[in-house]
């Protein structure tokens, strides 16, 4: 089984920016077909728990970590998405943002992400968790 172009080439450029992601690889069949994607689950340093996870299926790149995640396959070029792909990863694992979960009677409402110290407006019973890569992003 062999992985489709798309996820050939941006393997590539992953591996080649963080190299230590490569032993998470898995690789996925399409059903019925003789073609293949990536999912890359890496678990955070801070949490096992909170994992980093990004997929190459129909050929759009999707990335999420614990209870957010966002894709990546709507530019005019598949190297344009890639190029985007790999910043937002980077943002994550360099704590330059966190993810917040809301939540409502401990039962999920909302996912976003911070880029600054500033939390999101909550509605009247409603929580938070901050999740950063190294669990740190507060401190």
Known sequence: MQLDEYSMIFSKILYSTFPEFEQYQQIREYSGLNEAYLIIEIPSPSNNDNVLWISTCDEEITVGFDWYHTHFG??????????????????????KIAIVIVKKNDSWVRSSII?????????????????????????
């Open 74 to 95: 709507y530019s005019e070029t598949d190297e344009e998405d890639f190029k985007i792909a790999i910043d937002h990863i980077r943002d994550i694992v360099e704590e």
């Open 115 to 139: 880029t600054d110290k500033d939390l999101p407006l909550l509605n009247e019973d409603e929580t938070i968790d901050i999740k950063s890569w190294n669990g740190t992003y507060f401190n």
